[in-house]
């Protein structure tokens, strides 16, 4: 387990703020945030990179705090490769073990080994020029992996390569993942690659932890606004809470909701924010009336077309823009009653509702 008790550290440009975190054993958590969050540092910083100016490290019941990196036994693969490009992919996989004093028979069976295991070893003989992206992070993953660390660092490990690729190294470290049964710590401001990898999510913002808990858990019920608009949540409405279970919400007017998602709020005349992702709107809503935070009339104002999905915009009555999707499938069942600027019964579900104080 490593263990990060209050870690503070001020760099140029980037900075720390009272960081706490605990990844277990064999699990994969993801450190999701925008550019200049500090996600990077963190990483940096248990690495050994970087020494904190406050707080303490701990792998293993073990202070690594002042520990230099390569005494920390941490693995550490970055978005641009980092291989010796004069080195053949054997020399590079065998740097680390030239450097702990393996023998010739040693190195030549671990790196065996570990090319085996990542599909690797047609590429022992070449140097970095003759190797695509994908196998350059191939290589980047068997040089670190070949000293069994307890820890994996990767630091934006997918940005650098096509789509594809990505597609494909993304069911690689689910396979790392799962065979090596490694601690991961993956750094990405990708959400599709945090959901489908992470057991855990840790949400950075300016140099501190925004959120903390499981990928789906922090979807459901993000902490801030900041949080639900970085995970791709586009739905808010200004809410206050009236008597009783009633609330007016800005454009769809009172609206009366159930005792039990009343009671996330915490007083009455307070004023919030309910955001709710694509998925809890619904077209030609069939359901109970109970299930809905609102029902009415809409009109359709856009409709776009990705490569598996259909992002449409509907407006209500009040001129409040709704965001929802749909996948090319359920589109072909609502071909025949959305077109733009047709008007359609709309449902809002109460249970993808979630109720922020305004100012956070």
Not at 183 to 199: I, K, N, P, R, Y
Not at 295 to 321: C, F, H, W
Request: proline letters at 4%; glycine letters at 8%.
């Amino acid at each position: 387990m490593i263990v990060l008790n209050n870690i503070s550290l001020q760099l140029k440009g980037f900075r720390l703020r009272d960081i706490t975190l605990r990844i277990a054993p064999g699990e994969y958590r993801i450190l999701l945030g925008p550019t200049g969050s500090g996600k990077t540092v963190l990483l940096e910083t248990i690495a050994g990179l970087h020494l904190p100016q406050s707080g303490s490290i701990f792998l293993h019941d073990r202070n690594i705090t002042n520990t230099t990196p390569e005494n920390r036994n941490i693995g550490v693969v970055y978005q641009d490769y980092c291989l010796f490009p004069h080195l053949t992919v054997f020399d590079n996989i065998a740097f680390g073990l030239k450097l702990q004093k393996k023998t010739r028979s040693e190195i030549a069976h671990m790196v065996d080994e570990m090319a085996g295991f990542l599909n690797i070893n047609h590429l022992l003989k070449r140097t970095q020029q003759y190797l695509s992206g994908g196998e350059c992070q191939r290589v980047a993953l068997a040089r670190t992996l070949v000293l069994k660390p307890s820890l994996l660092l990767l630091d934006e490990p997918l940005s650098a390569v096509d789509r594809l690729t990505r597609n494909h190294l993304r069911f690689e470290l689910q396979r790392i993942h799962r065979e090596l049964g490694l601690a991961v710590l993956h750094v990405t401001h990708d959400v599709s690659e945090a959901f489908l990898l992470g057991d855990t999510m840790t949400v950075m913002r300016d140099g501190k932890i925004e959120q903390d808990g499981t990928p789906d858990g922090i979807f459901q019920k993000p902490a801030t606004r900041f949080v639900a608009e970085l995970l791709g949540i586009k739905n808010f409405l200004p809410v206050i809470i009236m008597t009783g279970s009633v609330l007016e919400v800005q454009g769809l007017g009172k609206i009366h909701s159930t005792e039990s998602f009343f009671a996330e709020t915490t007083q009455e005349g307070g004023r919030y924010i309910a955001l709710f992702p694509d998925w809890a709107v619904e077209l030609s809503p069939a359901r109970t009336p109970s299930a809905y935070f609102w029902q009415g009339s809409a009109t359709v104002k856009k409709i776009r077309y990705t490569d598996n999905m259909v992002q449409v915009v509907l407006e209500t009555v009040g001129n409040i823009p709704i965001f929802t999707s749909f996948s090319r499938r359920e589109m072909n069942g609502l071909a025949d009653n959305l077109t733009l600027g047709s008007s359609i019964q709309a449902g809002i579900l109460q249970q993808g509702v979630h109720l922020l104080a305004e100012d956070l």
